[in-house]
């Protein structure tokens, strides 16, 4: 028995919560890595990186189907043994953790730079992860119900900023395409390919959706993402061109102070402090929760210690003095790591799958 037993969610609750928790990565965060790396031809390396996608997807739907969404971790324990569940456990673990201490550096070095940098980070920080504590605590239902409740506002804002904007956007910046080789286009896919690829953590959490997840919603979760990435990177591109956008360290949320609301509201990127906020919240605590979720952790009280003792580390972390530049190093560095990393694990699980041992092996 786990700590969402009988609090499960459903087939529309994992595109919704797909849409906040991948999308603030996609839609915010990945979009000024690409830039710096593939400048113009960012876009290109993201439909690149969607056709691979859409070659991936086959292969999670494929242990999805044949674990019949068992827990992952209990599958693999007792078909291989405590050692290769205990691996995979750790990987996704790590991954949950890799998740946790990147979004609460970047949310927090937003905030500071850009409406809040007389505030000390450590307020900041500890702000987003208290919230995120008890939601992730609360359990995959009551994160589904917050984000059901945030994300209608996050997409609607998005709309409003696309089409307020929409009579400055000049599409003719994103041409011509490989000005500068195939270099920058190709290792722009590789970070593309690195944020779509959290899809493959719906297998952390398979096992809490009472319906059975269909090929379809993997596939409709994966137009949305691709969506998600590629409207914010035209557009940044259109409305500053290549090279001012590939300069700034936010370009989603500077193209909201281009927006303004009749002669009387000259600024609306407030707005934005919702949309940013409300995804990172999601995304925090979906990583908080799969965490506990990941170690096995049945108990109330046990889970409770577990998220406590990842918010300190993450805490501390953030209040570390990493500058802005170092951090973006950091993710620079390690992106294309972890996109091995769960390409690893997701070859790794359909191996085992394809096998399917039916002996116990302790």
């Known amino acids: 028995m786990t700590f969402s037993t009988g609090k499960r969610i459903s087939n529309v609750h994992i595109v919704l919560i797909s849409m906040s928790a991948i999308g603030i990565l996609d839609h915010v965060i990945i979009i000024p890595i690409l830039l710096k790396i593939s400048g113009r031809d960012a876009w ?80 900041l920080i500890a702000s987003i992860l208290l919230v995120s504590c008890y939601v992730a605590y ?60 959290e899809l493959i953590f719906i297998l952390s959490f398979q096992h809490l959706i009472r319906t059975k997840i269909r090929r379809l919603t993997l596939i409709i979760t994966a137009f949305i993402l691709i969506n998600l990435t590629l409207s914010p990177l035209t557009g940044a591109i259109a409305e500053f061109g290549p090279i001012e956008a590939a300069s700034m360290r936010f370009p989603a949320f500077e193209e909201w102070r281009l927006v303004s609301f009749s002669h009387y509201i000259e600024h609306t990127d407030f707005l934005s402090i919702y949309q940013w906020l409300s995804g990172s919240l999601i995304r925090l605590s979906l990583a908080l929760c799969l965490q506990a979720e990941a170690l096995n952790i049945t108990t109330p009280f046990k889970r409770m210690i577990c998220i406590i003792a990842t918010t300190v580390f993450i805490l501390i972390f953030g209040i570390l003095p990493i500058s802005d530049i170092t951090f973006i190093q950091l993710l620079l560095q390690s992106l294309p790591y972890f996109l091995l990393f769960n390409l690893g694990i997701s070859l790794l699980l359909f191996v085992l799958v394809l096998v399917k041992k039916e002996k116990v092996t302790m």
């Open 44 to 123: 290109l390396s993201v439909l690149t990186s969607g056709l691979l996608l859409f070659l991936w997807l086959p292969m999670l739907y494929f242990i999805i189907k044949r674990t019949k969404q068992q827990n992952l971790f209990l599958w693999v324990k007792s078909k291989y043994g405590v050692l290769l569940s205990s691996f995979i456990r750790s990987s996704f673990f790590i991954n949950f953790l890799f998740i946790s201490t990147m979004t609460t550096k970047d949310v927090t070095d937003w905030a500071d730079m850009s409406y809040l940098p007389e505030t000390p980070k450590v307020i």
């Open 138 to 197: 609360s359990g995959i239902r009551t994160l589904a119900i917050v984000n059901g409740i945030l994300l209608p506002f996050i997409v609607l804002f998005g709309f409003y900023v696309a089409i307020s904007n929409s009579s400055k956007k000049d599409y003719t910046l994103l041409f011509p395409v490989f000005e500068h080789g195939m270099q920058p286009y190709l290792h722009g896919v590789i970070y593309g390919c690195g944020g779509f690829m």
